[in-house]
């Protein structure tokens, strides 16, 4: 679904769909080194991170970047890829997890850690497609948490992270500019629309509200 959503969004602002696509695949490649740790794994099992402290699952998280970009350099995949592998999450906090571990320390009446440390390491996307697969992974997988998602749901959910992305600054070092980026959101809400188009609840028409319309419009 990521190489669905970032290939969609990559073609219609004229960057590389075809990288972003195979980026996709491997972008998170490195969360095969340790798959239990990460949600998608996880099956309504147990979550080893309730055993562990917040701090070490940070650590785990954000490995899986680095962990990637050598398993792909091991098997000879291609700079461009790997860039992808390394750059999908920017610089991005671990929100779930700093707060945790703030909430821990203000129990023990200690000193809570700072946000910057609760960060991907980066790089910051690079590039166009790098950052495009990024918005497309976070996209995907807030979409997956909803039920039954309607059209403002979804709409209102990708330009928030898309919002959140900018306004953290992980757009900074690529060339995106604000008319792609607007872009990239209304592709992805029609490739999302297409994706779920039998689990979406569209809002219901009150009764002659068709016949109205048509009026309105000379039909």
Same mark, same amino acid.
């Given at each position: ?7 969609a969004?990559a073609?219609a ?8 696509r ?24 147990e979550?080893p991170h ?8 940070k ?14 350099k091991?098997?000879?995949?291609p700079?461009p ?7 999908h999450h920017?610089t ?16 023990k009446g ?5 946000e ?7 790089p910051k /996307?690079? %590039?166009?497609?790098?950052?495009i697969? !990024? @918005?497309?992974?976070?996209?995907e ?6 039920? =039954? ?8 959910m ?5 919002k ?19 872009q990239? /959101?209304? %592709? ?5 629309? !297409? @994706?779920f188009h ?9 009764? =002659? ?7 309105e419009v000379?039909?």
């Open positions: 679904m990521v190489g669905n959503l970032s290939e969004a073609e602002i004229g960057a590389d769909g075809l990288l972003c195979v980026g996709a695949y491997y972008h998170d490649i490195g969360k095969t080194k340790r798959p239990s740790y990460f949600i998608e794994n996880q099956n309504h099992g979550n309730d055993k562990i402290d917040p701090a070490l699952s650590s785990i998280i954000v490995a899986h970047a680095r962990d990637g970009v050598e398993m792909l091991d098997h000879n995949i700079k890829i790997r860039d992808i592998a390394e750059q920017g991005t906090p671990l929100q779930y997890f700093y707060h945790k571990a703030r909430k821990q320390a203000e129990e200690e000193a809570g850690p700072e910057a440390e609760y960060r991907y390491p980066g /996307a690079q %590039t166009k497609e790098a950052a697969v !990024g @918005i497309a992974d976070c996209v997988a807030a979409v997956r948490s909803l039920r =039954n998602p309607t059209v403002e749901q979804i709409d209102s990708v330009r928030k992270i898309m959140s992305r900018m306004d953290d600054g992980q757009f900074n070092e690529c060339d995106l500019t604000i008319k792609e980026l607007d990239i /959101a209304r %592709t992805l809400n029609e490739t999302l629309l !297409g @994706i039998s689990r979406i609840e569209y809002p219901t028409e009150p009764p =002659n509200q068709k016949q109205k319309q048509w009026k000379g039909g």
